[in-house]
């Protein structure tokens, strides 16, 4: 006997076990391709053939299963999700149930699938009721489109667990892609295909059919744009619609369905909305109308109402009559979602599992190609029949002319099948067929029947051998069909009248907000700490100590405008702000910080208010003795945040902010030392911002003040006091310099505060 033990084999090592060595780039790189091309073909690009994802797929073949026809009753949607799931679809529960929900809803699908009862959501954004609460059943589309599947038209493959085999594609005829349209995003790539109309869709294809080389310009002036399940109004140029069609890629505007409705009183009215853009919540559209209308973004509408019931029905009232409803819906199109872009990109899987951005008429070819294909295998799998049914009839026909023989042979052999199949040359089939006849079969007109059935099956063997071999018999049929099947969907009927309107208009253009503000007088104050309010009507502006302020407070700036003005705020920072008049608080009370209506930086101070005239200009000048002029329209700001306009380094302040007058020939500056130069207006640059130019020279201090005015009419001053009286200076030659100098003293009587006012 050995001393030594045979050692035992080594176990094989499972391949998931073993440690391969690879570059981490390379196997992270194989790795998420096959799970991009698993999101890509199996679950968010639909099918150009059949239009459908596969889990709207595995959801009709589960539903036909089911027998859930549309002459039949209703099955709880849960009954369908649990089987989807359970054998078809390894995913949740929530994502199958959603997805047969989009299938049933009418406002998501121009020819819905799935007919459901209950609560499967709505148009404002609800969601559907949990599966266990719905049912369900097939529509007469789903029916259409699955037609053919029990004749030999498709491929079936087994399902995930390799239990049941489901189909790789629907044949039938509907053409469901562009009839329903897809959205999807997959991995680098995504899908957004809009409704259209079937019956369009199938005299296209029949253009196709008749002519393969048709001109996309043919096809266009069949296929007019999109029809959307929400109806709506499709507003771009049809050069735009049809380049996007023609490429596969694009964009186009659709806009909600309005009317001008006359409302109770004199001249009233009101618009209504009856249809709005595809995917748009209309709970979620009204709150953003209200939005608009609490934030007072458009003054010319005053409130929304929500009237619908079945039927989208939403109330738009205007402030006044006066309101034009063009410019008032021109407004609501470019500030909500009353009008919205819907992406075209017809990105399918083709015939061969392969992601592609078609154009239309590439996407109809190669559909008919498949319905070519499915109308090919439907006609082989019944002449397969047809030669199955005539090889049993030749041996009934037999069996008839020799009967007493047959009859001898069965009853007096224990085994009679191969007797009959030796004297009468009959096959297996025939022989078992005859031996498993009913007594009832033998009667006397049977073999005339079974004649005139042998020869009815003869005759349309020849023709489909006929239409097999021959393509046109095969597109003459196709358009047979497709005539059938648009009388379905014809422009005549409920389902296939045309839904979205196809009218050009311009985008909507730019309304100034100005235009849609009443026009009212109003008096601006604001307090020297900064309150700011508008004082209906145009006050006396003698006594602003008059006017209401805090303890402590008082009045800063006030002056007169309207409610449709722009009032320019200029701080000693430099930087300028925008507040709307229509936007200041009543004067009732204090009225409000300026801060809270602008960004107001810490420790700046206001210097200067005004109504913005767009047409005037500035004189600006900091304390370091430099400035500009600054065209108003040029430095009013659009933001809260405002408008650096004048730089400033150090210490330096804004301190002069003057109106230029049209006449205006020069500028007087008066610095710290009381010193005044006068020169040129024409020697300022003219600047929307920065430091300026130097308007004095100075050894100590800084400017002091500066006013541009006529010489002609001469340099004048406030006298001071409570007279009110000013002076002039009309002969200033001493003081005449060029920019840049340092001065002379100004004349005698000129303000020791160095203030021009």
């Given at each position: 006997m050995s001393d030594v033990t045979d050692a035992p084999e080594a176990a094989p090592q499972d391949e998931f076990d073993a440690i391969v060595e690879a570059p981490f780039d390379a196997a992270l790189s194989e790795r998420y391709l096959i799970y991009a091309m698993s999101t890509i073909t199996a679950r968010s690009l639909p099918d150009l053939r059949d239009g459908l994802k596969p889990v709207h797929r595995r959801l009709l073949w589960a539903m036909r299963l089911l027998k859930l026809e549309p002459s039949q009753g209703y099955k709880k949607c849960a009954r369908v999700v649990g089987d989807v799931i359970g054998k078809y679809h390894p995913h949740g529960d929530q994502s199958v149930?959603?997805?047969?929900?989009?299938?049933?809803?009418?406002?998501?699908?121009?020819?819905?699938?799935?007919?459901?009862?209950?609560?499967f959501g709505n148009i404002d954004g609800d969601n559907a009721a949990a599966y266990r609460y719905t049912e369900a059943r097939l529509t007469r589309t789903a029916i259409e489109l699955m037609h053919g599947l029990d004749e030999g038209t498709v491929d079936f493959k087994p399902t995930y667990n390799g239990e049941d085999e489901e189909p790789e594609v629907m044949p039938g005829l509907f053409p469901n892609l562009l009839a329903n349209g897809a959205s999807g995003i997959a991995v680098g790539m995504a899908t957004s295909i809009p409704s259209h109309n079937a019956h369009e869709i199938i005299d296209a294809a029949t253009l196709l059919i008749d002519s393969p080389k048709a001109e996309h310009a043919e096809i266009m002036a069949i296929i007019k744009g999109p029809d959307l399940a929400t109806g709506g109004t499709l507003v771009d140029p049809k050069s735009i619609i049809d380049a996007a069609y023609e490429s596969g890629r694009g964009a186009m505007r659709v806009r909600c369905k309005w009317e001008k409705e006359d409302a109770e009183g004199r001249g009233a009215w009101q618009i209504v909305?009856?249809?709005i853009?595809?995917?748009?919540?209309?709970?979620?559209?009204i709150e953003q109308i209200a939005q608009i209308i609490a934030d007072k973004k458009l003054p010319i509408l005053a409130d929304i109402r929500d009237e619908s019931d079945e039927q989208v029905r939403i109330i738009l009232e205007p402030k006044s009559r006066a309101?034009?409803?063009?410019?008032?819906?021109?407004?609501?199109?470019?500030?909500?979602?009353?009008?919205?872009?819907?992406?075209?990109?017809?990105?399918?899987?083709?015939k061969d599992r392969v992601p592609k951005v078609m154009g239309i008429s590439e996407v109809l070819k190669q559909w008919i190609v498949h319905q070519i294909e499915v109308l090919l295998r439907r006609s082989q799998h019944r002449l397969d029949k047809i030669d199955s049914r005539l090889e049993l009839l030749g041996g009934y026909i037999i069996a008839y002319l020799n009967l007493d023989r047959v009859i001898e042979i069965i009853r007096n052999h224990d085994e009679p099948k191969p007797m009959l199949m030796d004297e009468f040359q009959l096959t297996d089939r025939q022989a078992e067929a005859i031996l498993n006849m009913r007594l009832r079969s033998l009667r006397k007109l049977e073999e005339m029947e079974l004649r005139r059935e042998r020869d009815k099956l003869l005759e349309e063997r020849d023709g489909l051998e006929k239409l097999i071999e021959s393509p046109?018999?095969?597109?003459?049929?196709?358009?047979?069909?497709?005539?059938d099947l648009r009388k379905l969907y014809a422009e005549d009927t409920a389902l296939g009248a045309r839904r979205t309107m196809l009218i050009e208009a311009a985008p909507a253009r730019e309304i100034s907000l100005e235009a849609f503000i009443e026009k009212e007088p109003v008096t601006v104050i604001m307090s020297q700490r900064g309150w700011i309010k508008a004082m209906k009507g145009h006050a006396d502006l003698s006594a602003p100590d008059s006017f209401k302020f805090k303890e402590g407070d008082g009045p800063k700036f006030a002056f007169h405008a309207q409610t449709t003005d722009k009032l320019l705020m200029c701080c000693d920072n430099g930087r300028f702000y925008t507040i709307g008049a229509?936007?200041?608080?009543?004067?009732?009370?204090?009225?409000?910080?300026?801060?809270?209506?602008?960004?107001?930086?810490?420790?700046?101070?206001?210097?200067?208010?005004m109504v913005a005239d767009m047409k005037a200009r500035l004189l600006l000048a900091s304390t370091w003795g430099r400035g500009f002029v600054a065209n108003i329209a040029d430095v009013v700001a659009e933001t809260k945040k405002g408008r650096q306009v004048v730089n400033l380094k150090g210490d330096a302040r804004l301190i002069v902010v003057r109106p230029v007058p049209e006449d205006a020939d020069h500028v007087a500056a008066i610095g710290e030392n009381r010193k005044l130069v006068v020169f040129s207006l024409s020697e300022m640059p003219e600047m929307a911002k920065g430091q300026g130019v130097m308007l004095q020279r100075y050894k100590d201090g800084g400017l002091s003040d500066a006013i541009v005015f006529t010489l002609e009419e001469g340099l004048s001053w406030a006298m001071g006091g409570v007279s009110g009286r000013t002076r002039t200076e009309n002969d200033l030659t001493m003081w005449r310099v060029a920019r840049g100098a340092a001065g002379r003293l100004p004349p005698t009587g000129f303000p020791k505060s160095g203030k021009f006012d």
């Open positions: 149930y959603d997805a047969m929900v989009r299938l049933a809803q009418t406002f998501s699908l121009r020819y819905p699938l799935v007919d459901g009862q209950g609560n909305v009856t249809e853009p595809y995917q748009v919540q209309k709970g979620k559209l309101v034009d409803p063009e410019d008032l819906m021109n407004a609501l199109f470019r500030m909500s979602d009353l009008e919205n872009r819907f992406s075209l990109n017809m990105n399918v899987l083709d046109a018999r095969q597109k003459t049929r196709l358009k047979k069909d497709l005539a229509d936007k200041l608080p009543g004067a009732r009370g204090f009225g409000e910080p300026v801060g809270s209506m602008v960004d107001l930086e810490a420790g700046a101070e206001p210097i200067a208010l």
